[in-house]
């Protein structure tokens, strides 16, 4: 996405974006393009950082994902701030997927930042099968 100028972002910013797959802020860009591009705006310092891309999100949330997911974002954001930088609650963020996974038929991945320029990915979907692989990647299939 072309920004009319640079926006600086604060590399101890913690921050918790939310993106949709049918969003048309992503214009052109296929929707990996768009979460490179969004990755690429954080801050290579930045180890605060999580990105839930929602493959069937438009540009505004529908209402039930997002009453469903908030609380717990915030409640991961606030568990972020606590432990501090380089220390991602994944507790926290793996009740994020948990949430959408129950709730209805989201699909999509959870990318967040363990250190400082190192991120993970982690697939999402109310697909059993997707839903296991996500276990099994930690541990706890």
């Known amino acids: 996405m072309k920004l009319p100028k640079a926006v600086h972002w604060p590399t101890q910013a913690i921050s918790f974006l939310l ?27 930045n180890a605060t950082t999580a990105i839930l891309f929602v493959n069937e999100m438009p540009h505004m949330p529908q209402t039930e994902m997002l009453g469903a997911a908030l ?21 926290e963020l793996h009740a994020v ?30 697909s059993p099968a997707v839903h296991m692989q996500r276990l099994a990647a930690v541990g706890g299939a």
């Open 19 to 45: 993106m949709g797959g049918q969003d048309y802020f992503r214009g052109a860009m296929s929707p990996e393009e768009y979460v490179v591009d969004a990755k690429s705006r954080v801050p290579a310092g």
């Open 71 to 91: 609380p717990q974002m915030l409640e991961t954001l606030l568990s972020w701030q606590k432990v501090g930088s380089g220390n991602p609650p994944e507790a």
């Open 97 to 126: 997927l948990s949430i959408l996974e129950r709730t209805g038929p989201w699909s999509g991945r959870l990318l967040y930042t363990e250190s400082a320029g190192v991120w993970r990915e982690l697939p999402f979907s109310s």
